[in-house]
């Protein structure tokens, strides 16, 4: 397959952006070679600058559960764009768009939109820190939940990838407030919590993990984190930037039936424009400047283009769609399961609606030391046998992979039928 507009772009690239891209995890470092140069994108398809097709498992990180180029959503934001791009002043798509959110996850009564992920798992710690007082917070190893310097501490996502498990530039004593535990290990959060009672502001933690894989909460595990943040008065902030819409109509919350205090959205709530969301309990969110005394604020924040694309994605997703990415989601992983046993190659995998990941020489993966043990060399020949023959899966042997409601069996059976020709069968035997 030729790519050399892409090999070409890269090199420009590098010479006026550091590393060449605007996030690190796009550059490939992780697997290796030049990344791909895309210009357009159309259902479960994108397009490169040389005109090769690619079946995509990406979905910009997320956001594309509709497919790409998904007519209503594009005409809603063209509809906005011909009326005006933005006034830094209220408007009644703000509303609509809340009370959509509200209707959906049940847990939030009031919710404060944003710009990205960062900065909505930025501006909930602060405001779990101002409600309660308390300056400790607890996160899960291999949990990613942005770049804010109280949150990149024994993170996942792009700082596995490249190995920075502390970024240098983010102070020692804004880390030492951040307490880490083993995902999916309750028994290690009780003793962090008898360590420092009444010290710890809130539990963030992505309900399924994205950001290492995809590795759902073992049973009990959520249930465990709300029993023992209201013993304690600390809050529970589920970030669901990643699962939020994504596997439920209500969120992971809504398929696992728990009601964090707050919530942090992002991704598919903006609908592939920059958004992100907070929200939870009325009384916390009061707190939250102009009601309540902790600062947040944002000049783009409720920007009626990202609104518009985030309402058109709402009120698309309906059981039907999720019923038909949960289906398309068990057919890719099923296929492509048989055919590693075929093969006679180790793979375990993880998926959960329009969620999953693939691990290469482990039998089971429940936290970050099995995903640790995975065998990422594997991955990244995997990952190539799959780009070379059109499959477009997370440059990352610790992302998610996502699938959208357009992922019929043609794109489905695409993909198990290059991995068994090429995938499996050339690159990993
Ligand atoms: N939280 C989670 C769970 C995420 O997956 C991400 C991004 N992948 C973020 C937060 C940060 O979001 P953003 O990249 O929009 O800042």
Request: glycine share 12%; aromatic share 8%.
């Amino acid at each position: 397959m030729n790519r050399s507009t892409s090999s070409d772009l890269i090199r420009r690239a590098k010479r006026s952006i550091p590393g060449g891209v605007n996030s690190p995890v796009r550059a490939f470092k992780g697997v290796g070679g030049d990344p791909v140069f895309f210009n357009r994108g159309n259902g479960p398809y994108v397009y490169d600058v040389d005109n090769n097709q690619y079946v995509d498992y990406v979905g910009s990180w997320g956001p594309m559960i509709l497919g790409h180029g998904h007519q209503p959503t594009v005409d809603a934001v063209v509809a906005q764009a011909q009326k005006a791009l933005g006034f830094g002043a209220p408007t009644e798509g703000e509303i609509t768009l809340a009370e959509a959110i509200i209707e959906r996850v049940p847990s939030i009564e009031k919710v404060r939109m944003v710009n990205s992920g960062t900065e909505a798992t930025m501006s909930a710690i602060r405001l779990a820190r101002g409600f309660t007082g308390r300056d400790k917070i607890l996160k899960f190893t291999g949990c990613y939940h942005g770049h804010s310097d109280s949150l990149l501490v024994k993170a996942g996502s792009g700082v596995l990838t490249l190995g920075i498990p502390n970024s240098p530039g983010v102070p020692a004593a804004v880390a030492a407030d951040t307490l880490n535990a083993p995902f999916n290990d309750i028994s290690a959060v009780q003793a962090i919590f008898a360590q420092y009672p009444e010290q710890i502001a809130c539990i963030i933690v992505e309900p399924i993990a994205g950001n290492m894989g995809c590795i759902p909460p073992v049973e009990g595990f959520l249930e465990g984190l709300q029993d023992i943040t209201r013993k304690d008065g600390a809050l529970l902030i589920f970030d669901e930037v990643m699962t939020g819409f994504r596997v439920h109509k209500g969120s992971a919350q809504g398929m696992y039936n728990i009601q964090p205090d707050l919530t942090t959205l992002g991704k598919i709530v903006g609908g592939g424009l920059p958004v992100g969301a907070f929200g939870g309990r009325a009384d916390v969110m009061s707190y939250i400047a102009p009601e309540g005394p902790v600062y947040q604020a944002g000049t783009l924040s409720g920007n009626p283009l990202a609104v518009s694309a985030g309402l058109s994605t709402l009120s698309h997703l309906d059981d039907a769609l999720y019923e038909r990415v949960a289906q398309a989601t068990d057919a890719l992983v099923a296929g492509l399961k048989a055919l590693a046993a075929k093969h006679k190659v180790q793979m375990a995998t993880n998926h959960v609606c329009g969620m999953f990941g693939l691990f290469f020489d482990v039998e089971q993966v429940e936290n970050f030391d099995h995903v640790s043990n995975s065998n990422v060399e594997k991955f990244n020949r995997f990952f190539h046998a799959m780009l070379d023959n059109g499959v477009y899966l997370a440059p990352s042997a610790f992302e998610a992979g996502f699938v959208s409601g357009t992922h019929n069996s043609e794109a489905i059976e695409a993909t198990i039928n290059m991995y068994d020709v090429f995938g499996l069968g050339n690159a990993l035997v």
